[in-house]
């Protein structure tokens, strides 16, 4: 029996920066999990994945990642790595998205 679909959003990495993107619903890419676009329809989740994929001069190693909604009604990260990652660089305490809190 097949999965149930999950909400997702679309992940990559910035190819210059390494800095974790996700694809907004203007099809923008933003540094902010929850700027990124929800989507909730598997068929759809994959068309948004392929125009990511196609971006390959500014992005790399894109995918679905499982999301959420918090309480504000953002996208928020469900597992571990999602949750590290939108967290920014760790290779410095005052690195990155790290800096901006």
Known sequence: MARA????????NDLLDGDVIYLTKNGDWS????????????????????KAEAQQE???GAYLADASL??????A???FRE????KGPSNYP??????EL
Do not use: Y
């Open 5 to 12: 679909f999950t909400p997702k959003v679309v992940t990559a």
């Open 31 to 50: 540094r902010k999990h929850g700027a990124a676009h929800l989507l909730t329809i598997e068929d759809e989740a994959n068309q948004w994945l392929a």
């Open 58 to 60: 500014m992005l790399v």
């Open 70 to 75: 918090d309480d504000d009604g953002k996208p």
């Open 77 to 79: 990260p469900i597992h």
């Open 83 to 86: 949750a590290f990652r939108a």
């Open 94 to 99: 005052n690195h990155g998205k790290q800096a």
